[in-house]
């Protein structure tokens, strides 16, 4: 028996032992060293020594570990990629069986069916948009793995004590901005790219030139949510001139740049009063 046929027999089994454990009430998994990081380590390490474990694959997985709370939806990990539509659900469950079958393992949780769910836990957003939350044991791995890229794993940051206050401070101050670089980015993938203020769209102006080309506004100020991720819902996406005029909205000397709707509504009432004259 060769290496791929005796993948496919231990696939088999792990499917009959996990679907009669499922009727049974037993345990989720088949075999404990799955649910392990250095198991899930061990098997993308083996891929990509036999050329199963593309840059794509590997692009995908770090952004999915970057993103706030480790957790994207389908259309999110497509924009971030630079995809259309939701191809990210056909690549992320083709490199979800590879490593299943690496690991001769399916999850008895796979109640939806897809082997997209040996990398992620997922679940609905308030929108009803399906998520992605990577498996801690997965993100575990990439850690142990130490890929180049990976940022925000366990070790990255300083041990107390090393190198001076204002080096340290420095090395913080530069964390914080590479967090807030990249929430800025999955916000705008998860709002789209036209204006929440004026529902001006670049790429209707501009054409290809202007696709994909929107700016980031805090509703909530980074001193404020230091302590923890960001999520898409802080930002706002706004073109290039209501950004600019939030921040003087209603008085430049007392603005409300946190007040998105009373800013929206401003522009529909000037429009309104403006058609009517």
């Known amino acids: 028996m060769n290496l791929t046929e005796a993948i496919a027999t231990n696939v088999r089994r792990a499917r009959h032992a996990n679907d009669w454990r499922r009727r049974e009430g037993g345990a989720r998994w088949l075999n404990p060293k799955c649910r392990r990081p250095r198991g899930f380590a061990s098997a993308l390490a083996s891929m990509e020594a036999a050329g199963r474990l593309s840059d794509v694959d590997r692009k995908m997985l770090i952004l999915h570990y970057d993103a706030p709370r480790r957790t994207l939806t389908t259309r999110q990990v497509s924009a971030l990629m630079g995809w259309g539509g939701q191809t990210a659900n056909q690549l992320y469950g083709r490199l979800a ?37 990577m498996r801690p044991q997965l993100a575990q791995a990439l850690e142990l793995l130490k890929w180049p890229g990976l940022k925000g794993s366990v070790g990255s940051e300083p041990t107390q004590g090393t190198g001076s206050i204002t080096e340290r401070r420095r090395y913080a101050w530069q964390l914080r901005l590479e967090r807030d670089s990249r929430a800025a980015e999955f916000a705008k993938a998860h709002h789209g790219y036209k204006c929440q203020a004026c529902l001006m769209s670049f790429s209707d102006m501009y054409g290809d030139i202007g696709a994909e080309f929107i700016e980031a506004h805090h509703i909530v100020p980074l001193s404020d949510i230091e302590e923890r991720d960001y999520t898409p819902d802080d930002f706002a996406v706004l073109c290039s001139n209501c ?14 740049p946190w007040d998105i709707d009373g800013f929206r509504g401003m522009i529909q009432a000037r429009r309104k009063k403006t058609k009517l004259g």
């Open 97 to 133: 069986r590879h490593v299943s079958e690496q690991l001769a393992w399916v999850p008895a949780d796979r109640s939806d069916g897809y082997y997209v769910s040996v990398l992620i836990v997922g679940d609905r957003d308030p929108q009803g948009a399906f998520e992605w939350r």
């Open 243 to 256: 950004h600019r005029m939030i921040h003087r909205w209603p008085d430049p000397d007392k603005p409300r």
